[in-house]
């Protein structure tokens, strides 16, 4: 499942390829399957707009269109969204085609079809986006937040991490690795979480992120790989399996209906 380094490289990946480029046609071919908009008013909300601008806010990703819309898409467990030369050349999974003023053509491609494509005024995105906390690597999230937003929270702190209305973007594999890193148990409640230990746990925050990033802009120069796989996970997946600092086994647990992992040796 794509998370926020994925999303990141996915739109670095576009950004050369598809900004100043006017929508000359689009076709939904498969709407969502949840709440979707009306696909012809998305189509013409679409079509004839030039793309300004593409940026990213959590897992979503944002093409800024000339007339001040966005067009939004949340590419979920297997959306991708990439160019190809000819759209009639297009995988069976494609579920929406945006035909650029270059010949080529931007296309949503999402075998299972969770993923979201919405058009949105200015005003709507902005009350839409203004729910999201702020974001690992940028300026808005610092030490002070993060002691602020687990002092708030006695919940896990694994789940507040994960919570996208306090911090955007963290998903399930790179909070366990950060929890790891910090050497902080997945389960603690987030309020215990002392001024030593959030100090470790931000840092490991931002060097995981940095490092994934970096990690996904690798994997996703060929479109359509939806594994971390060229960063190093240390915990995530790795069950049963001794754990690379202390030796103890890296155990499973349930929380909040996700799977997380943690090493009983390290991790307080
Ligand atoms: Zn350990």
Do not use: W
Request: net charge positive; hydrophobic share 35%; proline share 6%.
């Amino acid at each position: 499942m794509p998370e926020m380094p994925e999303v990141e490289a996915v739109c670095r990946r576009l950004r050369g390829e598809v900004v100043g480029r006017r929508i000359t046609g689009a076709r939904i071919l498969r709407p969502s399957t949840t709440r979707p908009q009306k696909p012809h008013r998305v189509e013409s909300q679409l079509r004839e707009r030039r793309i300004d601008a593409i940026s990213r806010r959590g897992k979503h990703i944002l093409l800024e269109l000339s007339g001040g819309s966005t067009a939004v898409i949340h590419l979920r467990m297997t959306g991708d969204l990439y160019t190809i030369p000819d759209g009639r050349f297009r995988s069976a999974s494609v579920r929406a085609l945006l035909e650029l003023s270059d010949g080529r053509t931007l296309v949503f491609d999402d075998s299972r079809a969770l993923g979201k494509l919405h058009v949105y005024s200015a005003a709507r995105i902005e009350s839409l986006l203004e729910t999201l906390g702020p974001e690992p690597l940028s300026p808005r999230f610092s030490e002070e937040c993060l002691a602020e937003l687990l002092g708030a929270s006695r919940r896990p702190v694994k789940l507040v991490l994960m919570d996208q209305e306090r911090i955007a973007g963290l998903g399930n594999i790179y909070a366990a690795e950060a929890l790891y890193r910090a050497r902080i148990h997945p389960g603690r409640a987030a309020a215990s979480v002392g001024k030593v230990r959030c100090s470790r746990l931000y840092a490991a925050i931002n060097q995981v992120m940095e490092e994934a990033v970096a990690a996904a802009e690798i994997a996703y120069a060929v479109p359509g790989r939806f594994e971390a796989a060229e960063f190093p996970l240390q915990v995530y997946g790795h069950e049963g399996e001794p754990c690379h600092s202390c030796g103890r086994i890296i155990r499973r647990i349930p929380q909040g209906g996700r799977s997380t992992y943690s090493c009983p040796g390290c991790q307080r």
